[in-house]
């Protein structure tokens, strides 16, 4: 006996192939929307219809954009010449919510992992290349994470850069604000070291 009717237990099912979503929570999504007025299913659909219409890459950074240029390759007021080098859109909009950096993006959209397939093909690094050959650039700051893929990446790019005539900087890391010193990690402790700033008197 069926107690799950088809159409709940679709949209649970689709629910669940979202990254982080479990069938728990997935059902309770699901349960949450069925309970709600119908117009909010309805807008919701609407938007993500949308979202695969509306939004595209940008052809400057590769940001997921409405227009193209994006926001930020648009904006004269930014920093053409600094181009900040990072994974996903999501990195880019992390950095934006600090409101520090005044420079452009180039998403890479992945990172190099040979086990998953992706490699500097799959990557959106030979459009760096164009981009530091035809914008004359003058900085790139590589941005990628401190996993061993981004560790990875960045000492990929890092090497290949070698060639061009730019400055090469990497995203400092090191102890996060408020955190007591004994209870970093060894490696968190050791980037710290390494990524040590001269202090001027």
């Known amino acids: 006996m069926q107690t799950v009717p088809p159409a709940l237990e ?3 099912s689709d629910l669940a192939k979202l990254p982080g979503i479990g069938p728990k929570t ?11 007025p119908a117009s909010l299913a309805l807008t919701l659909a609407e938007d993500l219809r949308l979202l695969h219409d509306s939004i595209r890459l940008c052809s400057g950074c590769f940001a997921f954009s409405e227009t193209d240029p994006c926001p930020v390759c648009g904006d004269a007021r930014r920093n053409h010449k600094l181009v900040c080098v990072v994974e996903q859109p999501g ?22 992992s040979p086990m998953d397939g992706m490699g500097p093909d799959e990557l959106k690094i ?23 893929p981004g560790e990875a990446t960045a000492s990929f790019l890092i090497d290949q850069l070698q060639r061009f005539p730019i400055r090469v900087t990497r995203l400092a890391c090191g102890i996060p604000m408020g955190m007591d ?7 968190t402790l050791g980037h710290a070291i390494d990524s040590r700033l001269r202090v001027e008197g």
Not at 26 to 36: E, N
Not at 99 to 105: D, E, I, L, Q
Not at 133 to 148: F, G, H, K, M, P
Not at 181 to 187: C, L, T, V
Request: charged share 25%.
């Open 10 to 12: 679709r949209l649970i």
């Open 26 to 36: 997935a059902t309770r999504l699901a349960l949450y929307l069925l309970r709600r």
């Open 91 to 112: 990195d880019m909009m992390a950095i934006e919510k600090t409101g520090c950096y005044k420079g452009v993006y180039h998403i890479l959209h992945g990172v190099l």
């Open 126 to 148: 030979r459009e760096l290349y164009k981009r530091i050959s035809s914008d004359n650039l003058e900085e790139i700051l590589l941005a990628t994470s401190s996993t061993v």
């Open 181 to 187: 010193i004994k209870y970093a990690d060894k490696h």
